[in-house]
């Protein structure tokens, strides 16, 4: 098997079939094996049943079906695992992202045998202006933050020679922020610009808020600088404190000045519990990343495994 297609589907009953047919037009002419591995990420809609029909299909097809929804993170993680192919590709199932780039990143791969993997990246955007401005916030923080250099609007559709999928295979931690984990792995990757179609159908499962919370898996995961972050302020604080400290004795004992008491203490007081509080909060998501790993827990839980009569 030289190619496996690994499509994580949430909620994509109206997309999976036709995919599949954008799958068997582009790849018509191709002289080699491919695979799809579908995996169904708990969908509440009918994708299961419409992969099940795919599944009776001329083409090698395998459904990985969730037990219940656990994330685009685990389910590339689960597809990767099941993938046979020599070469992998992770691409939506909503036709944003076209088959016929895979088929370029292939090409790409076997005409360049210096590179592991070939990235694509939006070169144009149609997004709000708003959000845009916020991505490439995110971008410049976490390359500031993190060691491991990201590359902006990167996206997870990629192409992958087998080593390179089997050492992001080794690492499995819980909370996998896989744009990371592509760059830290440090095999060589090509970045190729694409144009980001319309959804075929539906709406986008991405809301600001998820993104929000998603970059900052992002950065819990590849920096410890906002902890060092809060030694700084504790300690900028602290300076501050002492400093006042001179500054109100000086005050009283060579002037004679009554400093203001109620309002300046309840200013200070709740300057410093917010503080303080942030400083905890930060302290407590590392805290609770690796609560959560000592539970060892699976990456997620496969309910069924379904290959149709392609396989032997």
Same mark, same amino acid.
């Given at each position: 098997?030289?190619?496996?297609?690994?499509?994580?589907?949430?909620?994509?009953?109206?997309?999976?079939?036709?995919?599949?047919?954008?799958?068997?037009?582009?790849?018509?002419?191709?002289?080699?094996?491919?695979?799809?591995?579908?995996?169904?990420?708990?969908?509440?809609?009918?994708?299961?049943?419409?992969?099940?029909?795919?599944?009776?299909?001329?083409?090698?097809?395998?459904?990985?079906?969730?037990?219940?929804?656990?994330?685009?993170?685990?389910?590339?993680?689960?597809?990767?695992?099941?993938?046979?192919?020599?070469?992998?590709?992770?691409?939506?199932?909503?036709?944003?992202?076209?088959?016929?780039?895979?088929?370029?990143?292939?090409?790409?791969?076997?005409?360049?045998?210096?590179?592991?993997?070939?990235?694509?990246?939006?070169?144009?955007?149609?997004?709000?202006? =708003?959000?845009?401005?916020? %991505?490439?916030? !995110?971008? $410049? #923080?976490?390359?500031?933050?993190? @060691?491991?250099? &990201?590359?902006?609007?990167?996206?997870?559709?990629?192409?992958?020679?087998?080593?390179?999928?089997?050492?992001?295979?080794?690492?499995?931690?819980?909370?996998?922020?896989?744009?990371?984990?592509?760059?830290?792995?440090?095999?060589?990757?090509?970045?190729?610009?694409?144009?980001?179609?319309?959804? =075929?159908?539906?709406?986008? %499962?991405?809301? !600001?808020? $998820? #993104?929000?919370?998603?970059?900052? @898996?992002?950065? &819990?995961?590849?920096?410890?600088?906002?902890?060092?972050?809060?030694?700084?302020?504790?300690?900028?604080?602290?300076?501050?404190?002492?400093?006042?400290?001179?500054?109100?004795?000086?005050?009283?004992?060579?002037?004679?000045?009554?400093?203001?008491?109620?309002?300046?203490?309840?200013?200070?007081?709740?300057?410093?519990?917010?503080?303080?509080?942030?400083?905890?909060?930060?302290?407590?998501?590392?805290?609770?990343?690796?609560?959560?790993?000592?539970?060892?827990?699976?990456?997620?839980?496969?309910?069924?495994?379904?290959?149709?009569?392609?396989?032997?």
């Amino acid at each position: 098997m030289k190619l496996s297609l690994v499509i994580p589907c949430y909620n994509e009953e109206k997309n999976v079939s036709l995919f599949y047919e954008a799958v068997k037009k582009d790849f018509s002419a191709v002289n080699f094996d491919y695979e799809l591995v579908f995996v169904n990420d708990g969908s509440r809609d009918g994708t299961f049943k419409e992969l099940k029909k795919i599944c009776n299909s001329d083409l090698p097809v395998k459904i990985v079906n969730f037990s219940r929804n656990f994330g685009k993170e685990s389910a590339m993680y689960a597809g990767l695992r099941e993938a046979e192919g020599e070469y992998v590709t992770i691409i939506d199932a909503d036709l944003q992202q076209r088959p016929s780039i895979a088929l370029d990143m292939v090409n790409t791969l076997d005409n360049e045998p210096e590179y592991d993997c070939v990235a694509a990246y939006q070169d144009t955007r149609n997004e709000s202006k =708003a959000l845009i401005f916020f %991505k490439n916030c !995110f971008y $410049k #923080l976490i390359n500031k933050f993190s @060691d491991t250099e &990201f590359t902006q609007g990167a996206s997870d559709f990629r192409t992958f020679r087998r080593p390179m999928v089997d050492a992001i295979l080794s690492m499995d931690e819980y909370f996998r922020f896989s744009k990371g984990l592509f760059s830290w792995v440090g095999f060589k990757t090509k970045f190729i610009p694409y144009t980001a179609d319309e959804r =075929a159908t539906g709406e986008s %499962k991405w809301s !600001f808020t $998820k #993104l929000f919370r998603y970059a900052m @898996d992002g950065i &819990f995961a590849f920096s410890t600088t906002p902890l060092r972050i809060s030694t700084i302020i504790g300690l900028v604080t602290a300076l501050l404190s002492i400093i006042y400290l001179f500054v109100v004795v000086i005050q009283k004992l060579a002037f004679g000045i009554n400093v203001e008491g109620y309002a300046t203490i309840v200013v200070l007081i709740l300057l410093l519990g917010g503080i303080q509080l942030c400083c905890i909060g930060i302290i407590g998501e590392y805290i609770a990343r690796t609560y959560i790993q000592t539970k060892n827990r699976p990456i997620y839980i496969a309910k069924e495994v379904i290959k149709n009569h392609k396989y032997k």
